[in-house]
């Protein structure tokens, strides 16, 4: 039970003391977070790991690319473990190295030399993939800097290939100014099999990878024009993994850690409608009991993949280090950690 799995994995935490850093990202729901020394987005938790160099076990209550950004930037003696390796993205897995090696090919072919397509994969996908933009003159973008890095990618070629996430590229390349008819999607499963494909591409300064992620495709217009209904003074603020209408119609869009900010900067009295995973909903509605806060999507919508890490997971890997045996570690290559580290040192370079 819950009281026995508290007691099993503060013993555990005790014994392994600084050596061990437990992180939770803002979609783990409450029994998790309560364990984490640090909870936060995927990028700034992969940032505090390779921080916390004391740490010889990061344990990654996330999602498996997480867990891997979080290898390419650790220390070689620290490692990273994920408690339930069956924890994956299902927008990650929508782009593989194959599909986007094919796709590239074909744009360069179809393009000539001076394509000057630049790559950009967003932190959700598999390291081999930003490695792929490493090596290419691409780069990383998280959900935060993405209107950033798009303005980056312009300055050193004419078209982006953004991938995975189609929703993201289209919400932030308009937002940049690129108009809806200046994109292209690219249909992995399915590629150049419109009767204007090639015309399409040819046309497009960014080409947009069929990608996107089930729980925010899960909010609609009906279900902001509602809420607006209900409550006139009510402010809308979605991610930008929603769909175009959706962020359209909303009055603020940004990651979760800029939903974060906005909620816990608002006075009190302020009422919000928010489109992104339930867990972190519900949990800012908890803290902040001074604002009315609740989920546009009344079915309710958590990450299935995220639900993966229970606290009893977590408890057996714990337990199993404290025995001196590492379980569930996500390791990554030499090879693919030195081109996604270009790739996200390039991110980080506009950061600064
Ligand atoms: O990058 C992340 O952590 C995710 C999945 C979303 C966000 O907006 O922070």
Redo the contacts with the bound molecule.
């Keep these: 039970d819950g009281e026995e799995l508290d007691r099993r994995i503060a013993a555990a935490r005790a014994t392994l003391g600084e050596r061990l850093v437990i992180l939770g ?3 783990q729901r409450d029994e998790i977070i309560k364990y984490a020394d640090y909870r ?6 992969a940032q505090l790991a390779a921080g916390r160099k004391a740490a010889d076990y990061i344990v990654f209550c ?1 999602v498996h690319f ?1 867990a891997e950004s979080a290898d390419v930037l650790s220390a070689p003696h620290q490692k990273v473990i994920l408690p339930n390796p069956a924890a994956g ?1 299902s927008m990650a897995d929508m782009a593989n190295i194959a599909e986007v090696e094919e796709c590239w090919d074909t744009l360069t072919e179809l393009l000539g030399e001076d394509a000057g397509i630049i790559p950009v994969t967003y ?2 996908s598999a390291a081999n993939l930003k490695a792929f933009c490493g090596r290419n003159g691409g780069v990383v973008c ?3 800097n993405a209107p950033k890095v798009i303005d980056w990618a312009f300055k050193q070629g004419k078209r982006v290939l953004f991938f995975p996430d189609e929703h993201l590229g289209r919400n932030t390349g308009l937002r940049y100014g690129i108009r809806e008819d200046q994109m292209t999607v690219w249909n992995p499963k399915d590629p150049m099999s419109s009767e204007n494909a090639e015309e399409e591409i040819e046309r497009a300064r960014i080409i947009l990878w069929k990608g996107y992620c089930t729980t925010h495709m899960r909010f609609n217009v009906q279900q902001i024009e509602k809420a607006r209904a209900e409550y006139p003074d009510i402010k809308i603020l979605v ?3 929603c769909r175009r209408e959706v962020v359209d119609a909303a009055d603020l869009f ?6 974060i900010q906005q909620i816990e900067h608002a006075p009190a009295g302020t009422k919000w409608g928010v489109a ?1 995973e339930i867990n972190l909903v519900h949990r800012l509605a908890k803290e902040h009991p001074e604002q009315f806060i609740f989920c546009l999507d009344p079915i309710v919508c958590p990450c299935s993949t995220m639900y993966r890490i229970h606290p009893a997971y977590l408890a057996w890997v714990l337990e199993a280090l404290v025995d001196g045996e590492v379980i569930n570690q996500v390791s990554v290559d030499e090879e693919t950690v030195h081109w996604a580290r270009v790739a996200l040192e390039r991110m980080l370079a506009l950061a600064a």
């Design positions: 990202h803002h979609y936060g987005d995927s990028f700034k938790l996330g997480m993205c932190m959700n998280t959900s935060s991610h930008p993994e940004g990651s979760t850690e800029y939903i992104t």
